[in-house]
């Protein structure tokens, strides 16, 4: 259950969080939120897809680790067999959280119901012995903002992907040497066909406004799926 506290070095002094690979970290998500400033990274390892809320409509983007629900193909017992991890993945247990006033910047949060948080001793620590921060909080402090600033920026890519109707739902079928038939479905991707017949001003209106970028980046990594077909592949092969 989640737990969500204010990080600090009083009641965190002496906090220790697992950074390692493993299913007993939750690693074995078959997808993770990734925003528009990191598909260039993203890319070059995932295929990044499209779902949209069936409450309110709207579009996240997703970096694809698998193509069943709690199946993560970069997973390899404790070994993350990729060098890049999406952002939302490279926090945890950590997140960006309102002050109690609800004003001003946000916090560093820490959730001391994640399963990275150790108990034993064992791990990395947060916090030096002189409560100073870790490497290790820089990193992640640096990567929450990225995160949080990319988030909060995200919605006029999306804005702009639905005024020139530049998703389309598709269907991905999974061929496997064993004969068995998996489908991926329930998500969208880049029209590219629609994204060829944009006119100059369509395309100099998404370049000025940065999006032109992140939009050929999710296009280039559906090559990705041809990967992923080939890990499932020898995952099922292995049996």
């Known amino acids: 259950m989640s737990n969500h506290q ?18 007993q970290f939750g690693d074995t998500a078959m997808a993770a939120l990734v925003v528009p400033e990191e598909f260039r990274q993203v890319q070059a390892h995932y295929p ?11 579009f996240t983007a997703l970096a694809l680790f698998g193509f069943e629900n709690g199946e993560n193909l970069f997973l390899e017992g404790e070994t993350w067999d990729a060098r890049y991890r999406p952002l939302s993945i490279a926090v945890q247990p950590f997140l960006v959280g309102q002050a109690p006033d609800g004003e001003g910047e946000g916090q ?83 029209d590219e066909d629609r994204l060829r017949a944009l006119d100059s001003e369509a395309l100099g209106a998404l370049h000025k406004d940065g999006h032109l970028m992140p939009i050929f980046m999710a296009l280039a990594s559906l090559s990705n799926l041809t990967e992923l077909v080939v890990r499932k592949d020898a995952k099922e092969s292995r049996g």
């Open 6 to 23: 204010i990080l600090n070095t009083t009641d965190h002094a002496d906090l220790r969080v697992y950074t390692g690979a493993g299913a």
């Open 108 to 190: 560093v949060h820490i959730d001391m119901g994640h399963p990275r948080i150790s108990a034993s001793g064992e791990g990395t620590r947060v916090f030096d012995e002189s409560g100073r921060p870790t490497p290790l909080l820089e990193d992640i402090t640096r990567k929450l903002g990225a995160l949080h600033v990319g988030y909060q920026a995200s919605g006029d890519f999306y804005d702009s992907l639905a005024r020139y109707e530049l998703l389309e739902p598709f269907t991905f079928e999974v061929p496997l040497s064993t004969g068995s038939k998996h489908s991926l479905v329930g998500f969208h991707m880049i």
């Open 48 to 58: 990044i897809v499209f779902r949209r809320d069936g409450e309110s409509s709207k």
